[in-house]
């Protein structure tokens, strides 16, 4: 079955340690984002990328960084730079994003507690 | 820039109480507007795609209408199993009159249906 997975489903953080969330796509779709999820909050964007090797910054991209050195994956590292990270991670994609309405389909979620 | 608010926050029903959900919104110009369900811990599910004012897409016990300020999804005779938070979401064109697949999440409204 075609989808998104994003591994792992639950990941502890240690103050000062950088860890890496996984997310890969078997859709064939160009375009993938990472989103983070706070109680009471939307969705907030943190970086997205529409093709191979190409990704931008989003509205909250300090801390995090990422490559697309694949078309089906996306991984997110959350560094220790990243001074609150305990939340919900999202990662999603979509075709094109120049087609119109193409909407995301979502991996289910990695949640990242900082222990 | 974009914004998204979505209310009411909470909402309880009784199973077989229709009522409906609000997503206002403020963008330059918009390209679709997105409602997804999302159940605990999970990824959002897509569920409807509008695009312009006057349009109207139902699913099930869902209807989803759009004006030029705001969205609305109509619940009719909702069971327990519709019990979920809603996400409405909203893409922009961007100024060169593209997009580039971006969306602005609203904070979502927890709906509980009880039996």
């Known amino acids: 079955d075609g989808g998104i997975t994003q591994s792992p489903k639950y990941l502890f953080r240690k103050e000062g340690q950088n860890v890496t969330l996984s997310c890969e796509q078997n859709l064939n779709h160009d375009a993938m984002y990472w989103y983070r999820q706070d109680p009471g909050q939307g969705l907030r964007l943190i970086y997205y990328s529409q093709i191979v090797n190409d990704f931008q910054k989003g509205d909250i991209a300090e801390g995090y960084s990422v490559s697309r050195e694949k078309k089906e994956s996306f991984p997110l590292t959350v560094t220790s730079a990243q001074k609150n990270p305990t939340a919900f991670y999202l990662c999603?994609?979509?075709?094109?994003?120049?087609?119109?309405?193409?909407?995301?389909?979502f991996g289910s979620g990695t949640r990242l507690t900082v222990v | 820039e974009d914004q998204v608010t979505q209310s009411p926050e909470a909402l309880r029903l009784q199973e077989g109480e229709s009522s409906s959900l609000n997503c206002s919104y403020t963008?330059?110009?918009?390209?679709?507007l997105f409602w997804y369900r999302q159940d605990p811990g999970k990824g959002p599910e897509f569920l409807f795609t509008?695009?312009?004012a006057g349009e109207e897409k139902e699913k099930e016990r869902l209807k989803a209408t759009l004006t030029k300020k705001e969205s609305f999804l109509h619940i009719t005779a909702p069971k327990p199993e519709d019990s979920a938070t809603y996400l409405c979401a909203v893409q922009a064109f961007n100024a060169g009159g593209t997009s580039y697949g971006k969306l602005t999440f609203g904070q979502g409204t927890i709906l509980t249906v009880h039996p």
């Open positions: 999603a994609s979509s075709l094109d994003p120049r087609d119109r309405g193409s909407g995301y389909t």
């Open positions: 963008v330059s110009g918009l390209r679709g």
């Open positions: 509008l695009y312009s």
